[in-house]
């Protein structure tokens, strides 16, 4: 199988060219990419290939799609359309916004498309990873979108989570976790306790138990009372209860049945079901079910249905 293209990093020197599109050229691409979304100079998308760039900047072309691959965009569940508010039901394995390898595939963009809407009307206020699946909030407006930012600093954006983790160290009924977190060596990640720690805490509660054989397992309602990068996650991993697909922070990836059945794991157990946020004239509140592949995993994990 040949290897698989990686992104191209191209720092500019005097001389190289003035623009993106200049560049891009010299690390032999074509000006495709910057259509794509695959082009950014830092941290930031390029959008045209006119723009300007200096000696020094980093420019990051993301690698193409392979020749011939075809990807079937999902469907995107629209929950409810309020208060200059747009929410919908993610899938696990989408970006919620675009990433080097391009922007037609991220949520934003199939929403927008879903609405009859531009990209850039969609005003990101939340993220999910891309293997998490639920609810994800969008605003419409600049008045949407600063109510959202304020009540995320009150506390008024109230997020329920379902998650399920391998309890290698037996969890109670109910707790509270508020270890800080902070930069970890891998600078994609993050860590409980890592550099320049922030204060964090999330509210965990019991709902559910299941043994697949020595694998003790737990079905949890989370709620993240502050929004840290990856907060449940590394919370959970602290505790001794990573979630299950979270390979990332320890989580396993496949297990084994007592029946000898192999149970592959390839998304996070981890799932928005349900957040409120302040509309217009009051709460507004969006709801996904839990989808398929979670419930069925916790059904051959020996889980039953909770209450």
Not at 173 to 192: K, S, T
């Amino acid at each position: 199988m040949p290897a698989r293209p990686r992104e191209k990093l191209w720092v500019v020197r005097e001389g190289d060219g003035k623009t993106v599109a200049e560049i891009v050229a010299r690390a032999g691409e074509s000006e495709r990419a910057i259509a794509d979304g695959r082009v950014f100079v830092g941290k930031k998308r390029a959008a045209r290939g006119d723009e300007r760039v200096k000696p020094g900047d980093a420019v990051r072309i993301g690698a193409a799609r392979p020749a011939g691959a075809v990807e079937r965009a999902p469907k995107i569940e629209i929950l409810l359309r309020d208060s200059g508010l747009v929410a919908c039901a993610k899938p696990a394995g989408l970006p919620t916004v675009p990433d080097p390898s391009g922007a037609a595939h991220s949520l934003v963009a199939l929403v927008a498309r879903e609405i009859g809407a531009k990209i850039d009307d969609l005003r990101v206020t939340s993220r999910l990873d891309r293997d998490v699946s639920g609810v994800v909030f969008f605003a419409l407006d600049a008045a949407a979108e600063e109510r959202l930012r304020t009540a995320r600093v009150e506390g008024r954006y109230q997020r329920r989570y379902i998650a399920l983790a391998s309890t290698t160290t037996p969890l109670g009924d109910e707790g509270v976790w508020d270890a800080p977190i902070g930069r970890a060596r891998d600078p994609r990640l993050r860590a409980a306790r890592g550099a320049e720690a922030k204060e964090a805490r999330t509210c965990w509660r019991t709902i559910a138990r299941a043994n697949a054989g020595s694998l003790a397992v737990a079905m949890l309602a989370v709620d993240p009372m502050t929004g840290r990068t990856h907060q449940i996650r590394i919370h959970a991993s602290d505790a001794g209860a990573p979630l299950l697909g979270d390979r990332d922070y320890g989580g396993q990836t496949r297990i084994v049945l007592p029946t000898g059945r192999i149970l592959a794991v390839p998304r996070i157990g981890l799932h928005a079901a349900r957040v409120i946020v302040p509309g217009e004239r009051g709460p507004v509140e969006a709801r996904a079910p839990v989808p398929g592949e979670l419930a069925e995993l916790w059904s051959a994990l020996g889980g039953a249905s909770a209450a």
